[in-house]
């Protein structure tokens, strides 16, 4: 309101020149009056000292703002250094750890690569039925080997009919020996595991029967003889899941093996068979040196009888010291008393007796 008081007097002082302008061209100037005071120009002229000191204050007030602004940024900046230095060291921080986990990832992936490795050598060997063969049997030896003396056991002994177990181990008191096998059928056992239909489990299962059933019969055939191996013969399987497999699911083939006399063993309980002879190998040593234990009690018990009389002697001259100690010590008081009583008489001095001279 108070700008448009102004351009209302500035447009009235135009007008008033227009006319004098105008009157001043047609020859006769006219007096000119000076313009009447306005008193609204000097309400203007308030309102604008009014306005003036409205602008210093926002001035003022925006210099604060400004300042205080300023102040915000700055804290701001501190606050935003210090959050990104944090984050910076939580950062490096866990890009460390992620480094060390990778490594360790890394070294659980060699050993990975090398267990494949171990894996597939290992799949090699039991996909070779010579290969298998011999891993079966070098673990059957090892069991054997570190269980009993050499004279106990033997490997690729020569029966009388000629065939050859893998191991036989002498038993105590007879002269037949158990026959231990490890060459086991494989190959089913694979298919089985292999099996993704139906049929195919059931081809698989009935190859499981025939295989095994198969080389049941040539260790009874082979290795069971009259007089000279003991029954049951042991097929060893070198595997404790697939032992747990025939027991699981293929009861007829081990009914079937226990009535041709054949025990099939896994590796434990090869270990219990070997603990249970190893009992029996004690109880014959100590049978067989129960008479000559019975001769060295014999004597210990004459040395103990004669170490007690020894003793009793020992002690009778212990007894018969004291006495003499306190016989030594009775005349020994004795010979003091008397020495005592020697030195305590006074005997005369004779007349013609010279006086002794004494030194000084």
Do not use: W
Not at 79 to 108: P, Q
Not at 244 to 267: M, N, R
Not at 290 to 303: C, N, R, S, Y
Not at 307 to 324: M, S, T
């Amino acid at each position: 309101m108070e700008l448009g008081l102004i351009a209302l007097g500035i447009a009235i002082v135009a007008a008033a020149a227009v006319v004098a302008f105008a009157l001043r061209g047609r020859g006769t100037p006219a007096p000119i009056e000076p313009p009447r005071p306005d008193p609204r120009l000097d309400d203007v002229i308030r309102g604008q000292g009014s306005i003036a000191g409205q602008f210093q204050q926002a001035l003022e007030s925006q210099a604060r703002l400004q300042t205080m602004l300023a102040e915000r940024i700055e804290a701001l900046d501190k606050r935003l250094g210090e959050s990104l230095t944090d984050s910076a060291t939580k950062t490096a921080a866990t890009i460390s750890s992620i480094g060390e986990r990778l490594t360790t990832i890394d070294e659980a992936q060699k050993n990975i690569s090398a267990l494949s490795g171990h894996v597939v050598s290992l799949q090699q060997v039991l996909s070779n039925k010579q290969a298998r063969g011999a891993f079966g049997q070098g673990r059957m030896e090892s069991i054997i080997a570190d269980a009993f003396p050499a004279g106990i056991y033997e490997f690729q002994a020569t029966l009388s009919n000629g065939s050859r177990p893998d191991c036989t181990i002498k038993l105590p008191g007879t002269k037949t020996v158990i026959v231990i096998d490890s060459k086991f059928p494989l190959e089913c056992f694979t298919a089985l595991g292999t099996a993704t239909t139906e049929g195919e489990r059931r081809a698989a299962e009935a190859r499981v029967r025939s295989d095994v059933g198969k080389h049941v019969k040539d260790i009874s055939g082979k290795y069971l003889i009259p007089g000279e191996t003991q029954t049951p013969a042991l097929m060893f399987v070198p595997s404790e899941s697939i032992y747990a497999e025939l027991y699981d699911g293929f009861l007829d083939v081990i009914q079937k093996a226990q009535i041709a006399q054949v025990t099939i063993v896994s590796p434990n309980i090869l270990n219990l068979v070997v603990s249970t002879i190893q009992a029996m190998l004690k109880d014959t040593r100590m049978r067989e040196q129960a008479d000559m234990i019975q001769k060295e009690v014999g004597a210990l018990t004459k040395d103990v009888r004669l170490l007690g009389e020894r003793v009793e002697k020992l002690q009778r001259h212990f007894n018969q010291a004291d006495g003499d100690i306190k016989d030594i010590l009775v005349s020994a008081g004795k010979i003091a008393s008397r020495g005592e009583k020697i030195g305590n008489v006074e005997l005369p001095i004779p007349d013609n007796a010279q006086p002794r001279l004494t030194a000084d």
